[in-house]
């Protein structure tokens, strides 16, 4: 190892996260192939799903950060072929097919009662006997989506709003005992049992006890984030700080990950043993606001000193920055945001607004944005980009994408 991780600066500590994160690679000049974004998916860990389409679909936009061009159906060929698999891996996710063992024990929880999730668990105890004819419907007549068995005699409200069916479904994807075998083109979940969507080596692996599987969902979430406090870690697979944390002493004690510290930060960090530190970062990407370089709000402040919060669900008058705003990496710094949009039927990339961090000198990053900017739109199949007057890097955007 060129150096031993044990004190380090803070930009050192963001090559080791953008690093770990899958920004460390040239990208290719032809489009990346499902192959690829398979790979990416096992690096990264998890690769969180939401339904926003305002621009693209969010899981779409961690791929293409790191990939650049790609196959915009990698990810449904990737989940037919059994490489990837839905879950509640982070939020909903797409996560690596060898790890689905690692999630039997939060699977087995909520079907025991041992962890209670929303209105699932006790709308299944009100409804037992519905939800296992439902189940059974499943396994005899094959995939379905929560429409095609829906009971709902009313317009359907709010996002969120389920009828009995979806709620039965849902407790049984939470439970394993569905999976998703895809989406649908209206986005909404394909259900089928796991004997019809795992592969056979995954499907009869051994199932790890829950301290042995937690400990595992650790390692890999120190190595996918490169840098991490013990909360990051718990974080990155949603585990409670409580339960992980003498986890991870028990890491630190075998070796497996090592206590360092960073400049300015107050908790110790971690690193897996194996971790090395690249020497330079030179990345140029838009960012998901689900991305998992970003999820983490008070992360992103302590590693890149960059303040982030989404305002989707903001009301439009009290937004700072705009509806579906990207965070913006150059180097190993995040240099600003851009509030984007896809307008389909004018084959435009629309920027309604373009912040640069205090202190960015926007001739030293605009070209490069620019460049990024005018891939995403050649990747989307848009023909033009557009970019607003909101925000104090709209001019110098501008004049560089006219360029």
């Not at 595992?216 to 974080?235: E, F, Y």
């Not at 998901?288 to 999820?295: I, Q, R, Y």
Request: hydrophobic fraction near 40%; glycine fraction near 6%; charge should be positive.
């Amino acid at each position: 190892m060129p150096k031993r991780l044990d004190e380090l600066s803070i930009v050192e500590a963001r090559r080791l996260a953008l690093a770990a994160q899958g920004f460390g690679s040239t990208r290719t000049r032809s489009a990346s192939s499902t192959a690829d974004v398979v790979a990416l998916v096992k690096k990264l860990g998890v690769v969180q799903i939401d339904s926003v389409n305002v621009l693209v679909r969010s899981q779409e936009l961690p791929l293409f950060a790191r990939l650049g061009n790609h196959d915009r159906s990698a990810i449904p060929k990737a989940t037919s072929q059994g490489k990837i698999f839905e879950y509640w891996g982070h939020e909903a996710a797409h996560l690596p097919i060898e790890i689905q063992p690692l999630f039997r024990w939060k699977m087995h929880a909520a079907r025991t009662g041992k962890a209670k999730h929303w209105g699932l668990t006790s709308f299944y105890e009100g409804n037992k006997a519905y939800v296992n004819r439902l189940l059974k419907h499943v396994e005899k007549n094959g995939p379905l989506t929560a429409r095609a068995v829906s009971t709902r005699t009313e317009k359907k409200g709010t996002w969120w709003d389920w009828d009995e069916a979806k709620t039965a479904l849902e407790y049984l994807f939470l439970t394993g005992q569905v999976m998703s075998s895809g989406r649908g083109s209206d986005f909404a979940r394909v259900y089928d049992v796991p004997e019809r969507v795992l592969p056979a080596k995954v499907l009869n692996a051994a199932t790890p006890n829950e301290r042995d599987a937690r400990k595992q969902l650790l390692v890999r979430a120190a190595v996918a984030q490169g840098i991490a406090t013990a909360d990051d870690l718990a974080d990155y697979y949603r585990q409670r700080p409580a339960a992980a944390k003498p986890l991870i002493a028990e890491l630190v004690e075998d070796g497996v990950l090592r206590e360092v510290s960073v400049d300015g930060w107050k908790q110790p960090a971690l690193v897996h043993r194996d971790s090395k530190l690249p020497a330079r970062m030179n990345a140029v990407a838009l960012l998901s606001p689900f991305d998992s370089l970003v999820w983490c709000r008070p992360r992103n402040e302590r590693l890149f000193n960059f303040h982030y919060r989404i305002e989707i669900y903001t009301p439009k008058p009290k937004r700072k920055f705009g509806y579906y705003v990207l965070p913006v990496l150059c180097g190993d710094t995040l240099v600003g945001r851009l509030d984007m949009k896809s307008d389909r039927a004018a084959s435009t990339l629309r920027i309604e607004g373009a912040y640069l961090e205090r202190g960015v000198s926007a001739p030293r990053v605009a070209g490069s944005i620019a460049r990024e900017v005018r891939s995403m739109a050649d990747w989307l199949g848009l023909e033009r980009t557009f970019v607003g007057p909101r925000g104090d890097f709209s001019l110098a955007l501008r004049i560089a994408l006219n360029k």
